[in-house]
């Protein structure tokens, strides 16, 4: 894993240094003469990625290789006096206009697999989670359900899986509610696996009988991918692509928002860009993107009942709670007292280290500062393992699945026991009387 992330980092720091793609594709050759992965019978289109095209060209200077860039086209690999790189055929049009004609175009997404690459065949991509949802959802008719809360860019239905003994899908419940979310940022694969093993833990242990009193009474929303095709972007190619944000066209070859910085309650303050290009590009405007919309309608259409939220990302081993917009705590002394006290006893059950989000960098626009300063909901960002990006970053590799995962039911079952009313948090700082057993095998 750590040679993927080392490669992943390189491709992203040095494109010309090194090659993005297995040794021997793409490399100008046309597709007749080099032996071109297929895409397996099964996977799914890239819906709305059909326009992304490898494309070579000659461009022997660096200030070749600088108008091909300007173009929008990414390059990725120097190849003797050629370049190849992704992009659009608006961008063939801009390199013909500058009298650069391109060698070889091919279609990217046709000729790619869409997947994780071998090694990391234990996480879940779309199709794998829609199917991985259904199949828990099945096994426990009168408990879970699942329903679409709205739509991504390129259409992908974002899903979520409801525990509750009493209603189904969208019916309407009184129990108090709580919602676990994942990925948010595409390349933090981690975090749609621990939600959703939390699914399968919750509905194969729903007869012992703490779970089944705790499910009795709680109404739980988990909702593992809420960027889909950001996820998609992320693992096609069979490579990782280091992608972050949604999948927005933004125009001269830039891709994405960053819908940790699309919420509007502060949108647009610090640490959030108003460049396309950046990596926390905040949108053009608050709730721009309709994975956005989607979490905004699924939340206030229950604002009532949840109680509590946990957003999942990767890494650091942290515990979050707002503000990140400002270095000033929140107002409200109670609430913050049970959030200290929150954070610090599933501090003590992770080993992660707990803290105000802001204490991390000043970051506006996230989804947590929005739902408590919006509508008081207890919400937390956990950054999950590892520590740090010389432990796999992003890309901690397979095993990392179930030692997370099992480092995390705890807090997990605290907050749910919890959402009837989080406050109780700091008045009674012992720590949960569940006392869950940790998962192995897997996938
Ligand atoms: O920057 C983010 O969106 C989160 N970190 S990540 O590495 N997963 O991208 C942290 C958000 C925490 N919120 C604030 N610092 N405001
Ligand atoms: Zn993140």
């Not at 012992?208 to 809420?226: C, G, K, N, Q, T």
């Not at 937390?380 to 480092?407: C, V």
Request: net charge negative.
């Amino acid at each position: 894993m750590q040679r993927v992330w080392l490669a992943a980092a390189l491709a992203l720091c040095s494109p010309s240094a090194a090659l993005a793609a297995p040794d021997g594709y793409f490399d100008g050759r046309s597709a007749a003469e080099v032996e071109l992965p297929r895409p397996p019978a099964t996977a799914p289109a890239a819906a709305g990625l059909d326009s992304r095209l490898w494309i070579v060209v000659r461009a022997p200077t660096k200030q070749a290789r600088t108008a091909v860039a300007d173009t929008g086209i990414s390059i990725e690999q120097v190849y003797g006096d050629r370049v190849g790189g992704i992009g659009t055929r608006a961008m063939i049009d801009r390199l013909k206009e500058q009298g650069l004609a391109p060698i070889h175009v091919s279609e990217l997404d046709r000729l790619l697999p869409a997947d994780f690459p071998p090694e990391d065949q234990a996480y879940h991509n779309y199709q794998e989670l829609r199917k991985e949802l259904e199949a828990i959802a099945a096994r426990a008719p009168g408990l879970a359900s699942i329903f679409v809360i709205g739509h991504s860019h390129q259409n992908r239905e974002i899903l979520a899986l409801r525990l509750n003994t009493d209603a189904a899908g969208r019916q309407k419940s009184g129990k108090p509610a709580i919602a676990f979310m994942g990925t948010h940022h595409a390349r933090e694969h981690l975090s749609t696996e621990v939600p959703l093993m939390l699914a399968a833990y919750l509905v194969d242990k729903r007869n012992e009988p703490e779970i089944s009193a705790l499910l009795s009474r709680r109404d739980i929303f988990i909702l593992p991918m809420i960027n889909p095709d950001g996820v998609e972007h992320d693992i096609s190619g069979g490579f990782y692509r280091m992608h972050r944000k949604n999948m927005r066209e933004n125009g001269r070859g830039s891709i994405g928002v960053d819908l940790n910085r699309n919420y509007g309650f502060h949108w647009g303050e610090g640490g959030a860009s108003d460049r396309p290009d950046s990596d926390i590009y905040r949108g053009p405007a608050p709730f721009s993107e309709p994975e956005t919309q989607a979490v905004k309608s699924f939340v206030e259409e229950r604002k009532d009942t949840i109680k509590i939220l946990l957003s999942y990302h990767t890494f650091s081993e942290l515990i979050l709670y707002p503000w990140g917009h400002s270095y000033d705590p929140i107002p409200d002394a109670e609430a913050l007292a049970a959030y200290r006290a929150m954070a610090g006893t599933m501090g003590r059950m992770t080993g992660y280290t707990p803290q105000q989000s802001s204490e991390l960098y000043i970051a506006s626009g996230d989804t947590t500062d929005w739902a408590w300063g919006a509508h008081r909901i207890f919400s937390f960002t956990f950054e999950l393992t590892p520590k740090t990006m010389w432990d796999g970053g992003f890309y901690p590799g397979a095993d990392a699945i179930n030692t997370t995962f099992n480092n995390n039911i705890r807090p997990a079952l605290y907050l749910i026991e919890l959402a009837d009313d989080p406050y109780r948090a700091a008045r009674t700082l012992s720590q949960t009387q569940l006392k869950p057993t940790p998962v192995s095998g897997g996938r």
